[in-house]
Every structure is written in structure tokens, then in C-alpha cells.
């Protein structure tokens, strides 16, 4: 019968697969540059055959199989394979004992071997629960549990039995409960519910038997799930689960922390409007502290206040303007620590025909200021008319509506452009392309406000939950080389829609105006990340039309299928409250893509009417927002941006280590070009292969990173996005340093022409004291120290190259490495932030 069965490291039995022999004998084969599988799959039965005559009655271990591994490969003649496969069986023994060392565990479990050292790193520098002496007192394993079983809890009160649409006879009567006197008592199948989650469930129950849709009492709710009337539904959490830890999705950050816990708020983004009066901005400013302190970021339209020197009748005073309040707001956030996890983060706004918009497009010259906030001007429609024309664009003031002076439209968007060529600030978010397609806009009236990275596009009062697709994991190897798994994504985008849909029902707002508005319009932000990734397996060029191409198939097919899942969830859940008062009954769709029939890959027509005739769940499905940490957790590019470096830096005590990227060695291996050599002169170049003479030209041709591609390819691929997007996108478009006013001019215009919604730019060493480091070179272009450089293997088996330690002045370390663990600060989706532990200004 042969071997059925293996035992493992932590003495589980499971069953043996060949395959994965196989696939290891032909990474160690490809690593030397051997292509053949069919001598892999050879050699695995050779040690198949071994296997059964050392072990015809028992079952062998883990370790007897690769021993197994190593003899057959010595005796077929394969020296330098078996040498790379026993390096390889060395690498991964030490990573399992750091894994284990890292996680302060005796040994890893199968979680903690699906994540590599530096997203584990991450995991414990900022989600994993800790004791009051900073001890670990959770798993990745648990961690993932627990936000799965917490993101399953309005399956329970949506199930038939206990729901109804159409109300019931109306609220049953208040009953106490207390979460910590049934903790580990109730479950769903094998998945235990402590006590926030079931705080949780109490808290969904009372809103909904307010509302009248509770068929049973909250008595009785409980008993069924004693009687394990629920059970059947675990398959949903295992789901959610095995998406979170085969690394295919993650939700944002604040669900990864905080649900299954006491804060149990899920939301990354919030937007809060700013009333002129004292007491409306103190009442913002308080809540915008509870959010920050919850680890949400906040967005402001500052526009409502009067400009500086304006009358104040309450006092016979005048006003200190909008910028003096910005101040208030950058010192509360300042001090207030957003739940141990990350730093308070707030986008600032300014219409562009307010009074003090000069002053404000010049608040961070230089960086020195408002170091809390990222500011756009909001660009409204009327001023393209007077740019074209030249004539004086009129200020008006938002109390009186009066006309108080005008400015010079060409002048006031130069002065926009030159701030940004200077300090990278401020973006731009065009009024126009916000609102044409704004499902709420006649109802609610126009969006003017965005989240601090400007992507979730929401009224006062609105919060947003996001989460990110990692695509590079449906790529497969197939015999025509790498392709999608389009059946397998499809399968992914249903589950994390899903999902996302009841974080809005689980979530612990912050606030009751909060919860009412997000209730009402029920956005959800479902984006991606790996997606340079995904273009690097498929060797298509980031700048090139088959790119975009591939760039908008990807993103028109989690559209499209977020909302096939969110017609779903509306036939049985019912449709988003505010659906009457959105376009959606009109057979309106809030993407630009969708009035291009010629690009279509579905039939976006028919999916139109199935919402005008079942409604729709959520008012947004789709945000492309920055990944930062959690595609650091998923091993993959952050969001839509493409590669910063092939090769890049990362300082420890002992010197520097340059990685490289997984699918850049990959290729190379592939093509038996990766050696020492090869780290050395991409690491010199910059972290790019363009200048690498003996790397061929149709790898060169799609191998491509961020400084590779010109400002307008840039701006190219963010439009290409946003045409599937239906709020807007996070992007960092790239200019060189010795980029003009002028170029970044054009591109600004040019991502207006193209339908972009907000923009932001930066250009290379912009930002003062920047030191961001790629290759041996900094990017402030200061010439490099000469360093001592070796090639070595990290304890994950990339390769590193390995420098000298180098002096750094303490002014250096202060501004632009990462307080929690020192390494560089790279800018990365408009925010500083650190690509070893994770942490960045914002979210």
C-alpha cells in the first residue's frame, strides 16, 4: 500500500503527500538551476520506494522522510541539489527554533510555519496580546481565531430562525447578561466564544430587538447555542479563518487587533465635520481623541471655518482661522497613543476657494509643521472654468457666502504644485470625480472629506472598514507558465465580502452618531495588495498597457463579485437602509468602468438590475487603500504600488542587510542568473536591474520598480484602478529627484484628464532629512560610504548582502528611523513607516 501516514515535529499523524517531496526536490534543483520536474517527480518515488523498505510496518517521522530525501539524492548523482537541499533542511531547523525563540513558545505550530520571521515580528510587535509585563499571552493561531470567530457573530442573529427582515412582533423585553460568567462555555462547533465575543453578540441582539427583528428572546438565543443549534456554521468561520491564514486576505489593522478583545472596534477610517463655533470644534476634538485612542484615523474638511480676521460677533473679536484649530487638533493627536498600536494619523482639507487656502497649501513648507496631518485642497468644479480662462477666481467666505477677494487661478495651482514638488504636500481631490459618482449625493448632498490617506471618500460621521486581497497568492505555476486563479479569487473576494459586510453589525463604535451613519450607508473597502507581485509571475511590465490591462481585470473582478456577494447579503439580510435614497435604484453603479462596455469582463448591465430589483447590502464595496503592515503580515507588495526595490536595506546592531525580492529571486533563479554578484550590482544600482548589462532585456522589460517607471505611468495605473474603484485609491506617484515644477504640473493635469478622484505626489528627497536607503546608495544624494559587503543567508533562506556598520549621526536616528526598532523609515502610500515592524504615522 505504500506510506499513508507521517508523523510530524509536534507528533501528530497526518497523511503523507508525496507532492510535497516532489516540490522540494525541485526548489533545491531550481535553486542550482535545474528546470526538469519530471527528474523531481522521478527522484520522489525513488524515495518513496526507500521510505517503504525502511519503514514497511510503522510510520516514519518528518525528519526519516528528509533523510530519505538526502540519501537518494547523493546516490542519483545530484551533488549540488542534495548540498542545497541540506543547507535548505539546516535554514529552515533554525527558523523554526527563531520562530519559536520570537514567539517565547518550546515549538511552532502549523500557523506560525505559514508566516515568514518578519511578518511574525510584526504580528507580535503590534497585535499580539500581551500581559502587563509585555509577555506574550497569545498565538498567531489564536489571534486569527479570534478575529474570525468575532467577524462571524451576525451569522447567529441573521440565521432564519432567529432573524426577520420584515420585523416581528415587535422588541421582547430588555434580559441582563454577562459575557465573563459564560466565557468558554458556549460554542460554535470547536470554536470557543470568550467573553468579548459574546458582548459582542448581546450588543448586535439589543439593536436589533429595538429595531423589531428578533423572532426569539436573547434567553432562548442562548440555549440554542448550548443546544449546538449553530454548529452546522462553523464551516463559515473556518472560512474566514484559513482566508486570514493562508494569507490571501487580511482585514485592516484595527479588526486584527482589537476584535476578540475589549476594544472590539474594527474601523480604520473615520470622517468628522467641524462646525464654526467653539463648541462644535471642541466637540470634534474630543471625539476625534476617543477615535484616535481606539485606533481609528480621522478625516476634517476644514472649510466651514471663518478665515483668519473675520468678525466674531459672540465675542467682538475676530477669528484665528482655520490653521490655528489644525494646531489644536496636531497637539491633541500628539499625545494621544492610538491603543499601544500606532499613532494618531488625520487628513486635513481646504476647499480651494477658501480665504486662507494660500496659507493653508503653504502649512507644511519645509515639513515643520502639522506633523499629524496630511493636506489636500479640494478642488472645486467651477475652478477649471477660470483656470482655463484666466480670469480672478473668486474667495468666498463660508459664513457669509460673500465674495471677500479673489486670486490668480494659475498662480494659486502653481503655488499647489510648487508646495508639493517641495515637501510633497498638498495632494489634490477633485470635487467633480468624487461626487459623479456618489450613490448618496442628492440625498446627502456632495463628499468633501477623506480618511488621512485620502482613499475612503465619507460624509461626516461615516467610518469605513477595509480589507485587502492578496492576489499574488492566486497565482499558479502551470505548464504554460504562471496564470490566475480565477476560481480560487472569485471564491476569496465572496468570503471577504462577506466578512467585511459583518464587521459593520459587530463593530464597537466609538461613538452613537457613528454607528447610525455608518449603519445607514454600510460601506465596506475591499482593495488589494500584491499586486506588483502578481505582475512580476505574469512578466508583465508595471508601466505597460498590458498591465493596466491585467491592473483592471483584477480590480473589475473584485468589483464586480463584492457586489455579487452584496446583492446576496441584501436578499437575506436585507439592502443598506439608505438604498432608496441612493442612484443605485436607477440602475446607476458608483464606477466610471461600468460606461465602458468595450472593456468589460461581465455583464455589468444584468448585475444593475438584480440590484435595482434586490437591492444592494453595502453603499461602497470597493477602496484600494495602503497596506502597509498587513501585507508585511501577507509577505507580498503594499497595495497597488509597484516594487520599491529588488534588492533593499535593513540595518541591525551587527551591520546591514540588503534583501531580495522573493520573486525577483524567483525569476532569476529560474533564469540561472541569481548569485552573489547579482545582489551586489542590483544593490548598487539603486535596488533596480535596468543598469545590470548581463540581465536580459525581456526581464528587464516587466522587472520593474517604483523609480523605473515615469511620473506619467504612475499616473496611468492609478487611473487604471480607480476605473474599477468605487471610492478612491491610496498611491504614492513617484517623481525622481531632479524632477521640475512643470513635470509634476502635467501630471497633476494630466490625473484630472484621466478621472483620478485625489492624487498625491512625491518626489524624491522632498522630504527634508530624508534618508531613504535602496542598494548601498541613499536617496538624499550624498555620496555613499564605502562598504565592506558579503553575501549571506537569513535564517528565512532569502538571500541578504550583508554590510559593514556604518555611523549614523543621533539627529539621523531621531527623524528617520522607526522609534520602536530602529530601522529606516521608508515612504511608502503617503506615509513614513517602517518595513520591519510595521510601524507608520498612519494607517
Known sequence: ?????????????????????????????????????????????????????????????????????????????????????????????????????????????????????????????RYLRKDENGKLIESPKELFTRVAVHCFMPDILYDSRVFSTEGSEGPHAEESFSGPEYEGKLSIGTYVLNKHHLDALKRMYDRFNDEGKMKIKWSGLVRMIENGEFDEQQKTIDEFYELMVSRRFMPNTPAIANFGTTLGMGSACFVLGVGDSMESIMETLKSTALIHKAGGGTGFNFSTLRPEGDYVSSTSGVASGPLSFMKLFDTMTEVVKQGGIRRGANMGILNINHPDVEKFIKAKEGNKALRNFNISVLIMPDFWDYYQSGSPYPLRNPRSGKITGYADPKLLFDLIVYQAWESAEPGVIFYDHVNRYNPFFKYLGPIVTTNPCGEVLLYPNESCNLGSMNVWSYVKEGSQGAYVDWEGFKRGVLTASHMLDNVIDVNNYPLKAIEEMTLATRKIGLGVMGLADLLFELRLSYNSEEGRAMMEQVMEFINYYSKVESVRLARERGPLPYFKKSFYPEGRLPISGSEDRESWHFDWSALAEQIKQHGVRNGYTTVVAPTGSISMIAGCSSGMEPVYALVWEKHVAVGSFYYTEPVFEKIMKKEGLFDDDLVKDVCEAGGTAQSVGYVPPQIKNFLKVARDITPEDHIRALAAIQKWTDSSVSKTNNFPADATVDDMRQSYLLSYQLGCKDVTVFRDTSIKNQVLRVGAKTRTQQPAQPVQQVIAKDTAGRSVLMAAPEARADNEISSNFCPKCSMKLVKQEGCMMCMDCGWGKCA
Do not use: C, W
Not at 33 to 60: C, I, K, W, Y
Not at 72 to 79: D, K, M, N, T
Not at 88 to 99: D, H
Open 1 to 125: 500500500m505504500g506510506i499513508m501516514k507521517i508523523q510530524k515535529r509536534d507528533g501528530k499523524i497526518a497523511d503523507f503527500k508525496k507532492e510535497k517531496i516532489t516540490e522540494a526536490i525541485f526548489k533545491a534543483a531550481q535553486s542550482q538551476g535545474g528546470h526538469d520536474r519530471d527528474e523531481a517527480e522521478r527522484l520522489s518515488d525513488a524515495v518513496m520506494q526507500l521510505l517503504e523498505q525502511r519503514f514497511p510496518n510503522s510510520t516514519p517521522t518528518v525528519e526519516d522522510a528528509q533523510d530519505a530525501v538526502e540519501k537518494v539524492l547523493i546516490a542519483s548523482g545530484h551533488a549540488r541539489t542534495a548540498k542545497a537541499y541540506i543547507l535548505y533542511r539546516q535554514r529552515r531547523a533554525e527558523l523554526r527554533a527563531e520562530k519559536a525563540n520570537l514567539l517565547e513558545k518550546d515549538g511552532i505550530d502549523e500557523v506560525d510555519k505559514a508566516f515568514d520571521i518578519n511578518a511574525l515580528k510584526v504580528l507580535k510587535s
